[in-house]
Structures are given as structure tokens and as C-alpha cells.
């Protein structure tokens, strides 16, 4: 059963009409209208998503993860632990794969998909070891020529003692350097949240991809409206102001382009979702597998020095 | 010794308020309370004498503590008035409006060159008392024209970090000047020249998970606060007060995360004998 979110409560009444519509075969000719009415109104809903909503889809539980993603779209997975340094962080995956005939290193954020996962996860929230792992795998692509493809979904970077002990924010700029000094192609895209410095970790890439209901921000509406309004209740406002979506993203050329999501969101057809995704992906690794490999590193040099106006 | 000073301050606030005096005469530690007379107090760099606490300052003091005379300021640009149209309780251009008549100053990055010691630098200094220092546009453009400064001069890039972290105001535009400045350390890097980091009381957020943290040396004022998340954030996601000394340049001496806790007495120095040993001079 999906999770309703409340903006998708008049979808939830219909739903039970056409469920009890369903049951009375004498009833064919009002189920069909009530299935019609029921399509438009969640494609209406979807396409003047607000900034606010489009968060609370990109969190909703049965969106599509890392793992489920990996299952459907890459063969050969072989998952690689630790950062050799401290310990192994399962709120960051990664290691080689086949993806479409070639070989890739797979990395990203894994929330986990029931209590128990995600709080073996951490919900996504990376310690440092988790991005001294990405960095050490993407300097291992960058050695064996194999393309990277991250898939970024966190709320951020994870705030707690212990990580801020071995050097969260160290391990967090290593990351970024690592994405910028590969010479190989590299492919990242937001698949539900973006969270600030812990995402863009893995996400300085060639290209930067977005699913169309998931969200990139330097901080959580909510973190933004406690400190800016002083009161967390105004994070539909501050997700408005800070421009997260992935179209307004599109707009200010942040990101490369928008993997459509199935008409609802990708959690009402992951599968459907996922192999949108997998197109995706293969176009812009296609694109890149025609640049040198001094080429692909000046082409993302070149595109974050222009975030500072700097050529 | 204290409550003469603060007797005394007393009795002076109230003649001079009268006289229209300023009433920066004198000078209040943050840190012991101790009232120190300000001229003093900032020739003695803005340390209080008493306890060792080293006061916030502005950029154009650093630069005068840290450059040998005849030090140049390097113009920098403000390449980005309000690129979200940005509004929350205030309008953005109001609030960089304030900030600029405030301070002075452009935005939160300010450059200089010229010597340290004897030796060629250029300088960066992150400016907190505008906008507490926060890293947008401006300060990653300024972040990228030190660098290639130094470059163009041959010599090493010394940048003191100060800040609350990005610059909410240019939402993911902020954020992308992590890897921006990134790539500019890498620029530095290629051309085998040292790029040192002060950090200075307080760095955090998003500039402690890049330029902070990437330098080839780090230096840190005596407890200056450093981290990447902020002590309240860390608080209520794990429910458990924090311990003594937390994020404190000291405590990440200890954890590995910066060389060298130095005084601000020491600075130049310090500074100038590192560049001297890293460019061989
Ligand atoms: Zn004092």
C-alpha cells in the first residue's frame, strides 16, 4: 500500500469510490468515468507540484533507492567495503558493475527501505567513512578507465559527534576532489533528495541529472526556515525562495537534465521510473565516451568554475 | 584591576555620551570580560592581555597584521546581486545593501598581495562581519581570483576562513561553490605552488567541507571554533550535550585535522617561515 501524502487525498477518495465501483459490475459504465477522473486529476496534481510537495515526494518511502535501482538496471554488482581507514558506512554503496555493455563504478546514498535498514543506514546520512569509500572507488575508476555513475539520495551529510571527530567536512571536500580530478566520464543523478554538502560530494560530475519530482538544496526548508524566519513551519516558503526543484535547477543550469518521472511520481511505478532512468543515464555516458580523458576533466572544471562567474 | 576598569567605564559612558564622544574607547573581552582600552587592545592584535582570547577581526586588519608594509589590495568583483531573487523576512539586495554599508566592503572575501615576511603571498581573508562570512558567488569568484594571483605570481595562496557557512540567500548556488574553489585548489596544485589555510574563529558548514580543508597546511587560531555541522544541529539529532572543548582548533589537532594551533603573535612568522621552507626561498 503507498503512503498517501496529503496533497494526494482527493487521489485517495477516488481511489476507495473506484475500489467499491469495482466490486459492482452493474456499476462498469461510472467506474470507467471514476478511473478517467481519477488519471486527470493525478496528472493535474503532478504537474502544478509545488516546490514543498515535490520534497515530500522526494522522500516518500517507496520511491525508487539505490538497491532497487541496481537490481533493475546493472549487472554484475559487486559491492566494495570500507574506506580502509576506519570503518565501512552502508549509507554509501558502491563498487564496479556492468551497466549496458560496459563497465562503471556505481556509487550512492542508500536509505534503506524499513525501520530496520534505515536505521542500519542512518537514513542516508553519510559519516566521513562513507565518503572516504566514494572517494577511494572513484580514484579506482579513474585508474581503470571506468566511467562513474552516482546516484545521490540524502538528506545530508550526517551531524553527530562521532563524525565530526574524524573529520566529516575533510572527508566531505576530498570527496568533491576526488569527482573532479577523474579522468574518466561521470554521470550523477539526484534520485530523490539532494542534501547540500553531503550530496554534492558525489555529485560533481560531467553531467548532473535530476528525476523530475526530486529535490537539490544547500540546506532542508526546514533548516532554512528556522534560521532565516526563525520558525521551521515556513519550509514550504523557504523551499519556494531557495529554488530546489529540479526545474527551476534546470533553469539555472545547475543540472543537464530531467529524467521524467511516470505520470504520480516514480513511487506509484519504480520499475517504469527505472528504466527512464537507465535511458538517462546511457545518453549522457554516450555523450561523454566521445571526450578524451584530459577533455572530461577540463569539461568539469570548466562548468563548476563558471558557478563562480570565473572562466 | 577589572572593576576599577569597568567603575571607571562607567563613569566615562556617561560623560562621553554627553560629549558625543565614540564610545569605542574601550574595548570588552567576549571571552573573560576584562575592559581593555581599544587602542591597546589592537595593538596587541586584538588579543585580550588577560585571558588570551582571540577577538573576531576585520579583513583590513588581518592584512595589516599578517603583510609586510606596502601591501596591495587585489580588486574583487560582486558578480552576483541577488541571482534567485531572494526574499525571506528581508528582500536579499536589502540585506546585502546593509552589509556593504556596514562594512565597506564588496562581499565576504577580501585579497591583497604582497609579502610575508620578506616573503610574496597573496592573501585571502573571509570577512565574518559580512553576512558572518557566508560563501556565495562573490566569495567563490574572489576564492578563484586569489588563486590565480598566486598563480600568475608564482607564489603561495594564504586564505583565512571565517564563516557560518554558505550563503542561504543563492540557495544551490552557494553550494556550487564547493566544488568551484575546489577546482581552483586543483589549478594551484598543478602548478606545485602552496596553498595554506588559517582557520580562524568561526569556520563551519559548507566552507569547512571544502577550501578549509584542503589546503596543503592548516593553521588554526587558538580555539577558534571549527566544524562542519553547528553544535545545535548536533544537539538535537543526538539528543546529548556536547563535550568541553567540541570543535575547538585544539580539539581538531588532536583528531588530526590541522597541523599547527598558532597565536596571532606568531602568525606572520609562522606563515613566513612555512613558505620559505615550501618554495625552497
Ligand atoms: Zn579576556
Same mark, same amino acid.
Given at each position: 500500500?503507498?503512503?498517501?501524502?496529503?496533497?494526494?487525498?482527493?487521489?485517495?477518495?477516488?481511489?476507495?469510490?473506484?475500489?467499491?465501483?469495482?466490486?459492482?459490475?452493474?456499476?462498469?459504465?461510472?467506474?470507467?468515468?471514476?478511473?478517467?477522473?481519477?488519471?486527470?486529476?493525478?496528472?493535474?496534481?503532478?504537474?502544478?507540484?509545488?516546490?514543498?510537495?515535490?520534497?515530500?515526494?522526494?522522500?516518500h518511502?517507496?520511491?525508487?533507492?539505490?538497491?532497487?535501482?541496481?537490481?533493475?538496471?546493472?549487472?554484475?554488482?559487486?559491492?566494495?567495503?570500507?574506506?580502509?581507514?576506519?570503518?565501512?558506512?552502508?549509507?554509501?554503496?558502491?563498487?564496479?558493475?556492468?551497466?549496458?555493455?560496459?563497465?562503471?563504478?556505481?556509487?550512492? &546514498?542508500?536509505?534503506? &527501505?524499513?525501520?530496520?535498514?534505515?536505521?542500519?543506514?542512518?537514513?542516508?546520512?553519510?559519516?566521513?567513512?562513507?565518503?572516504?569509500?566514494?572517494?577511494r572507488?572513484?580514484?579506482?575508476?579513474?585508474?581503470?578507465?571506468?566511467?562513474?555513475?552516482?546516484?545521490?539520495?540524502?538528506?545530508?551529510a550526517?551531524p553527530?559527534i562521532?563524525?565530526?571527530?574524524?573529520?566529516?567536512?575533510?572527508a566531505?571536500?576530498r570527496?568533491?576532489?576526488?569527482?573532479?580530478?577523474?579522468?574518466?566520464?561521470?554521470?550523477?543523478?539526484?534520485?530523490?533528495?539532494?542534501?547540500?554538502?553531503?550530496?554534492?560530494?558525489?555529485?560533481?560530475?560531467?553531467?548532473?541529472?535530476?528525476?523530475? &519530482?526530486?529535490?537539490?538544496?544547500?540546506?532542508?526548508?526546514?533548516?532554512?526556515?528556522?534560521?532565516?524566519w526563525?520558525?521551521a513551519?515556513?519550509?514550504a516558503?523557504?523551499?519556494?525562495?531557495?529554488?530546489?526543484?529540479?526545474?527551476?535547477?534546470?533553469?539555472?543550469?545547475?543540472?543537464?537534465?530531467?529524467?521524467?518521472?511516470?505520470?504520480?511520481?516514480?513511487?506509484?511505478a519504480?520499475?517504469?521510473?527505472?528504466?527512464?532512468?537507465?535511458?538517462?543515464?546511457?545518453a549522457?555516458?554516450?555523450?561523454?565516451?566521445?571526450?578524451?580523458?584530459?577533455?572530461?576533466?577540463?569539461?568539469?572544471?570548466?562548468?563548476?568554475l563558471?558557478?563562480?562567474?570565473?572562466? | 584591576m577589572?572593576s576599577?576598569?569597568?567603575?571607571?567605564?562607567?563613569?566615562?559612558?556617561?560623560?562621553?555620551?554627553?560629549?558625543?564622544?565614540?564610545?569605542?574607547?574601550?574595548?570588552?573581552?567576549?571571552?573573560?570580560?576584562?575592559?581593555?582600552?581599544?587602542?591597546?587592545?589592537?595593538?596587541?592584535?586584538?588579543?585580550?592581555?588577560?585571558?588570551?582570547?582571540?577577538?573576531?577581526?576585520?579583513?583590513?586588519?588581518?592584512?595589516?597584521?599578517?603583510?609586510?608594509?606596502?601591501?596591495?589590495?587585489?580588486? =574583487?568583483?560582486?558578480p552576483?546581486?541577488?541571482?534567485?531573487?531572494?526574499?525571506? #523576512?528581508?528582500?536579499?539586495?536589502?540585506?546585502?545593501?546593509?552589509?556593504?554599508?556596514?562594512?565597506?566592503e564588496?562581499?565576504?572575501?577580501?585579497?591583497?598581495?604582497?609579502?610575508?615576511?620578506?616573503? #610574496?603571498?597573496?592573501v585571502?581573508v573571509?570577512?565574518?562581519?559580512?553576512m558572518?562570512?557566508?560563501?556565495?558567488?562573490?566569495?567563490?569568484?574572489?576564492?578563484?581570483?586569489?588563486?590565480?594571483?598566486?598563480?600568475?605570481?608564482?607564489?603561495?595562496? =594564504?586564505?583565512?576562513?571565517?564563516?557560518?557557512?554558505?550563503?542561504?540567500?543563492?540557495?544551490?548556488?552557494?553550494?556550487?561553490?564547493?566544488?568551484?574553489?575546489?577546482?581552483?585548489?586543483?589549478?594551484?596544485?598543478?602548478?606545485?605552488?602552496?596553498?595554506? =589555510?588559517?582557520?580562524?574563529?568561526p569556520?563551519?558548514?559548507?566552507?569547512?567541507?571544502?577550501?578549509?580543508m584542503l589546503?596543503? =597546511?592548516?593553521?588554526?587560531?587558538?580555539?577558534?571554533?571549527?566544524?562542519?555541522?553547528?553544535?545545535r544541529?548536533?544537539?538535537?539529532?543526538?539528543?546529548?550535550?556536547?563535550?568541553?572543548?567540541?570543535?575547538?582548533?585544539?580539539?581538531?589537532?588532536?583528531?588530526?585535522?590541522?597541523?599547527?594551533?598558532?597565536?596571532?603573535?606568531?602568525?606572520?612568522d609562522?606563515?613566513?617561515?612555512?613558505?620559505?621552507?615550501?618554495?625552497?626561498?
Amino acid at each position: 500500500m503507498v503512503q498517501t501524502l496529503d496533497f494526494e487525498k482527493p487521489v485517495a477518495a477516488l481511489d476507495a469510490e473506484i475500489a467499491e465501483l469495482t466490486a459492482d459490475p452493474a456499476r462498469a459504465a461510472e467506474l470507467e468515468r471514476a478511473q478517467a477522473k481519477r488519471g486527470r486529476l493525478l496528472a493535474d496534481i503532478y504537474k502544478a507540484l509545488s516546490p514543498w510537495q515535490k520534497t515530500l515526494v522526494a522522500r516518500h518511502p517507496d520511491r525508487p533507492r539505490f538497491l532497487g535501482i541496481v537490481e533493475q538496471l546493472f549487472e554484475d554488482w559487486q559491492p566494495l567495503a570500507g574506506d580502509r581507514a576506519f570503518a565501512d558506512d552502508v549509507a554509501i554503496l558502491g563498487g564496479p558493475a556492468r551497466f549496458r555493455g560496459r563497465s562503471v563504478m556505481l556509487i550512492g &546514498h542508500e536509505k534503506g &527501505h524499513d525501520t530496520q535498514s534505515r536505521v542500519q543506514r542512518n537514513f542516508g546520512m553519510a559519516k566521513p567513512e562513507g565518503y572516504r569509500k566514494a572517494a577511494r572507488l572513484m580514484e579506482m575508476a579513474n585508474r581503470f578507465g571506468l566511467p562513474i555513475v552516482t546516484l545521490v539520495d540524502t538528506p545530508g551529510a550526517y551531524p553527530g559527534i562521532d563524525a565530526e571527530e574524524r573529520g566529516q567536512a575533510e572527508a566531505i571536500a576530498r570527496a568533491t576532489e576526488s569527482c573532479l580530478t577523474a579522468e574518466v566520464p561521470m554521470v550523477s543523478v539526484i534520485i530523490g533528495e539532494g542534501g547540500s554538502g553531503g550530496a554534492v560530494a558525489l555529485a560533481a560530475a560531467n553531467r548532473v541529472l535530476m528525476f523530475e &519530482h526530486s529535490v537539490y538544496a544547500v540546506i532542508s526548508p526546514e533548516g532554512c526556515a528556522s534560521i532565516l524566519w526563525r520558525d521551521a513551519a515556513k519550509a514550504a516558503d523557504a523551499a519556494v525562495a531557495m529554488r530546489i526543484s529540479a526545474q527551476d535547477l534546470a533553469e539555472l543550469g545547475v543540472i543537464d537534465s530531467i529524467v521524467a518521472e511516470p505520470v504520480g511520481g516514480a513511487h506509484r511505478a519504480p520499475a517504469d521510473a527505472i528504466a527512464r532512468l537507465g535511458d538517462s543515464i546511457d545518453a549522457a555516458l554516450d555523450g561523454l565516451e566521445k571526450l578524451s580523458p584530459a577533455e572530461l576533466k577540463a569539461d568539469r572544471r570548466a562548468k563548476f568554475l563558471a558557478f563562480a562567474r570565473a572562466a | 584591576m577589572t572593576s576599577w576598569l569597568t567603575r571607571s567605564r562607567q563613569r566615562l559612558t556617561g560623560f562621553i555620551a554627553r560629549r558625543e564622544t565614540p564610545d569605542n574607547l574601550w574595548t570588552k573581552c567576549k571571552s573573560c570580560g576584562a575592559m581593555l582600552y581599544t587602542k591597546e587592545f589592537e595593538a596587541n592584535l586584538s588579543v585580550c592581555p588577560e585571558c588570551g582570547h582571540h577577538e573576531r577581526i576585520r579583513a583590513a586588519e588581518r592584512f595589516g597584521q599578517v603583510l609586510d608594509e606596502g601591501w596591495t589590495p587585489i580588486a =574583487v568583483a560582486s558578480p552576483s546581486d541577488d541571482p534567485l531573487n531572494f526574499k525571506d #523576512q528581508k528582500r536579499y539586495p536589502d540585506r546585502l545593501k546593509a552589509a556593504r554599508a556596514a562594512t565597506g566592503e564588496p562581499d565576504a572575501m577580501l585579497l591583497a598581495k604582497g609579502h610575508i615576511r620578506g616573503h #610574496q603571498a597573496v592573501v585571502g581573508v573571509q570577512d565574518f562581519a559580512f553576512m558572518g562570512g557566508s560563501m556565495g558567488i562573490a566569495v567563490g569568484n574572489a576564492f578563484v581570483t586569489g588563486a590565480r594571483a598566486a598563480i600568475a605570481a608564482h607564489c603561495p595562496f =594564504v586564505l583565512f576562513t571565517a564563516a557560518g557557512g554558505a550563503r542561504m540567500q543563492e540557495g544551490i548556488l552557494s553550494l556550487m561553490q564547493m566544488p568551484a574553489t575546489t577546482v581552483a585548489i586543483q589549478e594551484l596544485k598543478d602548478a606545485r605552488l602552496p596553498y595554506i =589555510v588559517v582557520l580562524t574563529d568561526p569556520t563551519t558548514g559548507g566552507v569547512t567541507a571544502s577550501y578549509a580543508m584542503l589546503g596543503d =597546511v592548516h593553521i588554526s587560531e587558538p580555539n577558534a571554533l571549527i566544524g562542519f555541522a553547528g553544535a545545535r544541529v548536533i544537539e538535537s539529532t543526538i539528543r546529548q550535550k556536547l563535550p568541553e572543548g567540541f570543535q575547538r582548533a585544539e580539539y581538531l589537532l588532536e583528531h588530526g585535522m590541522v597541523d599547527i594551533v598558532v597565536k596571532r603573535h606568531d602568525l606572520a612568522d609562522t606563515l613566513g617561515r612555512l613558505i620559505g621552507l615550501l618554495m625552497r626561498a
